[in-house]
Structures are given as structure tokens and as C-alpha cells.
């Protein structure tokens, strides 16, 4: 009887929390799926004012022939004139919450021109964020190309 007593009452006590515990990660999982959108605007419009409360201090990206850039140099290469983006997209994002840190996954379309030749990228990115005094900021993004 003990034990049947013990199990109810510990079922009683986890219950709520369980139910906080997944409206949080509910939560969490639309504002990170919201940064994601932003982000995309964010290039679109060479707003890197608002990529740079996005990405950490330590922000590291991969692109997709390889290079690495750090936040300033990631930074940079949005406000350069030469990229025209019209068309920044992401599908198929699906979201990997582990407490305070995340990990989104999707594939991406970009498309515009750079110094006037077109581009027209489809690809798979895996960003990684940490939740920084409860702020959602991506530590590290990597891309990689899709043949279409």
C-alpha cells in the first residue's frame, strides 16, 4: 500500500512539471523557429544590427565550400553592397531542444546575385544555440549544398 501511496503522490508532484516542462520546450521551440525566420530577413535586408544580437560573441559559421568565419567576418559579408539576396528561405526546420542549448535543422533556398552574377543555393543547415542569460543567440552554423 506504501508503495502504491509513494508512486501516486510522486505522479502528482512530476505531473505539473512535466506539463511546465513542455510548454517551455513548446515555447522555446517557436521562438527558435521565429529567430530562424529572422535571420533570413536579417540577410535579406542587410540588417546586421539584428543578426548581431542573434549570433554570440563567439558566433563560428561553415559555409558550404567550407570557410569559417567568426561573428565580425560573418557580419562583414552581410553588409557587403554585392550581395543582392532576393530570396531567403528556410523548410523542414525541426528543432532539437537539450535544456539550454539547441539544435536546429532544416534546408535552406538563398537566391539573388553577387558583384551581378546570380546564384540561385539550396542546401541543409544545422545551427547550434545556447540560451545566454535568457536569450536564445546561435553559437555556430553550418551549411551544406543540395544538388537541385
Known amino acids: 500500500m506504501k508503495k502504491k501511496l509513494l508512486v501516486c503522490l510522486l505522479l502528482f508532484v512530476a505531473a505539473p512539471a512535466a506539463a511546465q516542462s513542455s510548454d517551455s520546450s513548446s515555447a522555446d521551440k517557436s521562438l ?69 542549448v539547441a539544435v536546429v535543422a532544416g534546408t535552406y533556398h538563398a537566391k539573388g546575385k553577387y558583384k551581378g552574377k546570380p546564384f540561385d543555393h539550396y542546401g541543409r543547415f544545422t545551427d547550434t544555440w545556447v540560451n545566454l542569460n535568457n536569450t536564445w543567440q546561435c553559437v555556430a552554423t553550418h551549411t551544406s549544398p543540395l544538388k537541385k
Open 32 to 100: 527558435l523557429i521565429a529567430l530562424e525566420n529572422a535571420w533570413n530577413q536579417a540577410q535579406l535586408h542587410h540588417d546586421s544590427r539584428a543578426l548581431e544580437a542573434i549570433v554570440a560573441d563567439s558566433f563560428i559559421s561553415t559555409d558550404n565550400d567550407g570557410v569559417i568565419t567568426n561573428k565580425a567576418q560573418f557580419l562583414a559579408d552581410n553588409k557587403d553592397p554585392n550581395y543582392v539576396p532576393t530570396v531567403m528561405a528556410n523548410s523542414d526546420m525541426r528543432v532539437f531542444l537539450y535544456g539550454k
